[in-house]
Structure formats: structure tokens, C-alpha cells
């Protein structure tokens, strides 16, 4: 019958069994460690990236809140003012605009009457030489470098 030399194959068996489903089961503790470990290393680049991302837009907005708020020249702030005043109006939808009769402005200044300013551009030109002269700029270029609104 059984001889006391020969092998159990069952418990061999088993026992095969039971290291391969270790080997198994590490394997896949191994793979699961793996993704968590290439999750962790995806979020802390995503963390990077959006640090590196805020970082470059508070810079450029401390770009142009310097550009915004440096001294500015003479010439730069006619140019700026001109820019500003000559834009095109926009026309509204007629839910916006004034209903009924507009109220006196009582206590407040306001024109009787207008009359033509028929020397406006002389006293402007001559307005601008007097600016020109006492900033000791040319017109047409020159010494910009006059600072305004520091």
C-alpha cells in the first residue's frame, strides 16, 4: 500500500497551491503599490504644474500692476487721455435710456444759453506751448522724460 518513503502528493500539491497563491496575491500587492505610487507621483506633478501655473500669473499680474501704476510721462499721458476721450460711444437698448420729462437741475450749475467757442483751438494750441514750454519739451518729441503722476 503507501510506503512510508513515498511522497504525499496532496499536501506537495497543497502546499505548491498555497505558494502560488501567495505569490500571487504579492504579486498583486506589488501592482496595487505600484499604481498608488504612480498616482501619488501624478498628483504631486499636477501640484507642481498648478504652483508653477499660479506662480506665473501672480507674476504677470504684479507685471501689469507695476506697468499700470509707474510714473508716466507727459507726452504718454496725452496720448493715453486722447486714446481714452476719442473712443466711440456705444449705443444702448432703449430699456436704458432716460423716460419722462428730465428734472431741473435745480441747485446745480447749468447753461442758459451756448454760444460757438470760436477761438477754442488757438487758446489750445497756445495752452499746449505754454505746457510745451514750461516742461522745456518740444513739440513733436524732445525730452519726454518728464515725469507727471508718480
Not at 497563491?21 to 499636477?46: I, L, S, Y
Not at 508716466?72 to 496725452?78: D, P, R, W
Not at 514750454?133 to 519726454?144: C, D, H, M, V
Request: net charge neutral; charged share 35%.
Amino acid at each position: 500500500m503507501a510506503d512510508s518513503n513515498s511522497p504525499d502528493y496532496k499536501a506537495l500539491f497543497l502546499q505548491a497551491e498555497k505558494r502560488r497563491k501567495e505569490a500571487e496575491e504579492q504579486q498583486k500587492q506589488a501592482e496595487e503599490q505600484q499604481k498608488q505610487a504612480e498616482e501619488r507621483q501624478k498628483q504631486a506633478e499636477e501640484r507642481q504644474k498648478q504652483a508653477e501655473d499660479e506662480s506665473r500669473k501672480e507674476k504677470e499680474r504684479r507685471e501689469q500692476l507695476q506697468e499700470l501704476s509707474r510714473p508716466t510721462t507727459f507726452v504718454e499721458f496725452l496720448r493715453h487721455s486722447h486714446d481714452l476721450l476719442s473712443r466711440p460711444l456705444r449705443v444702448e437698448t432703449p430699456s436704458r435710456s432716460t423716460t419722462g420729462k428730465i428734472p431741473i437741475p435745480t441747485g446745480k450749475y447749468c447753461p442758459a444759453r451756448l454760444e460757438q467757442w470760436t477761438d477754442c483751438s488757438a487758446l489750445q494750441s497756445e495752452l499746449f506751448r505754454s505746457v510745451y514750454s514750461y516742461l522745456q519739451l518740444t513739440p513733436g518729441g524732445g525730452a519726454s522724460s518728464v515725469l507727471i503722476f508718480a
